[in-house]
């Protein structure tokens, strides 16, 4: 039997019924009549339908790279202009989107579902660069084209390498957080085996939540080991507080957070609200995990002074440690070495500046909210005429300001049973948090026309 012939059953079993038979006869005798499938085609409005998945795939890319919902609108709405759309309405949340494009008295709706929850500070460039440079007119292949070129780009970086940042951030954090020489070495090493097991975990899928835990525990877990292998050595060495937090200090959900409260100010409620509750979500997750392995070996949080130093001196060290944080922060989340850089000079003037100005005995939360303020201003001079996303500039630059050593006190006082010290440390940490919140409001509010004056809808 050659491969071509077949059982007499089998033919039988294939043949098609009467009805199919005479339909398929029918067609065939009429070659003008269109099959079921061709004809539902023709009633749709293929025209629309192309760009209407052109406008819904920017925004998808956009949303999965981090940004803000609000940015996530102005692109969809500057790609639709551009395709010749007469009118286009979106809704945008941090987990979807849903998008309808009209034409004359046609329209098309499309919803799309984001389950990326990373950051990609290049990609954010990228598409923003294309959103500013579309031209009047042109078409979805173009806008395809122009995605296709920006989605096939890499990470910039190798994974050892964006491990290596995160430890430089922690490490930097450390610095900041009085640390001494060791322990800052010990949490470069923690941080940055943490963020290799998180980068893991998250190119396999795994859940953010579960994420967050083995990560914060990897972390957390390699610094009570060093401290240990130290301690052999040394008598009466203690763990203390500065240097095990920061060495989860890489999970902070700043973007999530600092998004969240720019959506909110937009009276966009519902993507803020989601996206400060994930951050919440993720801040706890890494809060858990820091307070079991905490139990193992009890945590030192005596205050330590600043080093006897002058001023000059001092100051120095804060914008130098600062400079590094932010600059470890951005490289992490993928910026090119130009938005990296000019973050880290950001970060060092905002940031030096906040300390002195709490060592003068100004209020924590006056000082971070100017701070952030200075932030947000110096982020827009430098995104001038489109050259980087601001929010890639302004969200490292503000992370060294998150008071996490607080954070873990009142987490301890917590457990302790220590309500009143709990409540107050929880009280700071959120005072700041807002004030960040705030600066960074007032900075858009005072260098940002478009957003500060929103369109009707």
Known sequence: ???????DAEREDRAPSDGAGRAQEGQQDRPHVRSAHELEESLEPVALIEQSRAIIRTGRLMLAAGTASYRV?????????ALGVDQHANHVSMTDIAATSHRGRIFRTEVAENRSFAVNSDRLAQLDRMRRTLPDATTPTEVHRALDAIEARGALYPGVANAA????????????????AWEVALVFVAAALGQLSRRTLAHRHFNAFGTTLV??????GVYVLGIAAIGLGVDQLETHAAGYISSVLFLLPGFALITGALDMAQMDLQAGIQRIAFGT??????????WAVSLIEPLSTVVRPDADVSTAIQVLTWAIASAVGVLGFALMFNSPWAIALTAAGIGAIANSGRLLAVDRDVPIQAATAVACLVVGVLAAVAARGGRFPVITLSVPAVLVMIPGVSAHEALVSLNAGDYEAATAGILEVTLVVLSIMVGLV????VTDRHWAFAPPR
């Open 215 to 220: 990560a914060a525990a990897v972390s957390t």
């Open 1 to 7: 039997m050659s491969e071509t012939d077949e059982p």
């Open 73 to 81: 609108k102005q692109a969809m709405r500057d790609v639709a202009r």
């Open 281 to 290: 979500m993720i801040t706890m997750a890494a809060g858990v995990s820091v």
């Open 442 to 445: 007032a900075a858009k509010l």
């Open 165 to 180: 940042f995160a430890g430089v951030a922690c490490a930097a954090f450390a610095v900041l957080n009085h640390a001494l």
